[in-house]
């Protein structure tokens, strides 16, 4: 497999920036060219970067969105579906694409935990915030799926919460386009990528990356954000080893630690 962590070059090994990361994968991401729901080949280049990560001893946990699947904001209002009715069919996409990613993962060998927001027993854990770290602890990859169990919200800020209450260092939005752009690459082709904004900027510039919520729980909490390409392979090691690559979001400058 190619190797794409750095390794150790004549003695010089670069260790990875962070040791905890959450990883959010969205819906649309997994469906690679869009030609079906999943793409097993975006799966499985997923399966093999993290693969690589974790044999450098990185705690890697993982949110599925499922809009490949269902966007409750899509369908409210179609059909007699009312908007929390279709939510809890979006948050249960996103667990069928969490178990997909497992499967995926678990193939090659990496050892997997799926913890859903609301109870599944039969296929997955109930999100359990302290099982969720001691999985993490054993070396295991903790895939969270159904977002944040409630209506009314995004996956986005389901991975902003569970970043949060893991302790993760930073948050990765593995996304279909190459970052934060100064407004949509799909409708203005000379969009400028922007490498580097803070979470005011977000929301000064009306930055469309993630919902307001998600943003301010990363904000509050001094989450980094780098959002990028999941469809360049290697972009997730990348992203991982520090390398400028997509946008980086955060305080630009000291975040206020919180004070003990
Ligand atoms: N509360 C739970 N509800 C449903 N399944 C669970 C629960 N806790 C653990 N499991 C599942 O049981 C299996 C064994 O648990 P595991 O995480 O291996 O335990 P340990 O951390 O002691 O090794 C795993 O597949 C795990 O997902
Ligand atoms: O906490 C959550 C997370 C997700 N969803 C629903 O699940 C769908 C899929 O999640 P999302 O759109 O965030 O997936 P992504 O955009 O990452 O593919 C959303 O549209 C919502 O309808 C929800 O109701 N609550």
Redo the contacts with the bound molecule.
């Keep these: 497999m190619l190797n794409l962590l750095p390794c150790a070059k004549f003695g010089n090994f670069v260790p990875p920036k962070w040791n905890r990361v959450l990883l959010k994968v969205s819906g649309e991401a997994l469906s690679g060219d869009g030609q079906q729901t999943i793409d097993p080949k975006i799966t499985m280049s997923i399966a093999t970067e993290i693969s690589a990560i974790t044999r450098l001893g990185v705690q890697v946990a993982i949110v599925v969105g499922g809009g490949n699947f269902f966007r409750g904001s899509t369908w409210a209002g179609a059909s007699g579906l009312d908007r929390a009715t279709a939510d809890y069919i979006g948050m249960m996409a996103t667990v069928m694409n969490a178990i997909f990613l497992q499967a995926s993962m678990e193939s090659i060998g990496v050892q997997t935990?799926?913890?859903t927001a609301f109870?599944i027993?039969e296929i997955?854990?109930?999100y359990?915030r302290r099982?969720a770290i001691?999985?993490l602890e054993?070396g295991?990859v903790v895939i969270f799926g159904a977002g944040t169990g409630n209506p009314f919200f995004t996956t986005d800020t389901a991975a902003a919460l569970r970043a949060a209450e893991i302790n993760a260092e930073v948050m990765f939005k593995a996304t279909n386009v190459d970052g934060v752009f100064d407004s949509d690459p799909k409708k203005n082709p000379n969009a400028a990528l922007l490498k580097h904004v803070s979470y005011k900027d977000v929301f000064s510039k009306g930055l469309s990356v993630m919902d307001t919520t998600a943003i301010t729980l990363c904000q509050e909490n001094c989450i980094p954000v780098v959002v990028f390409n999941l469809r360049t392979h290697g972009n997730i090691s990348k992203a991982l080893m520090g390398e400028q690559i997509g946008t980086l979001i955060d305080q630009k400058g000291a975040c206020a630690e919180t004070v003990v």
Excluded: G, L, N, T
Aim: glycine share 0%; aromatic share 0%; hydrophobic share 30%.
């Design positions: 935990r799926v913890q109870k027993a997955a854990e109930p359990i099982r001691r999985h054993k295991r």
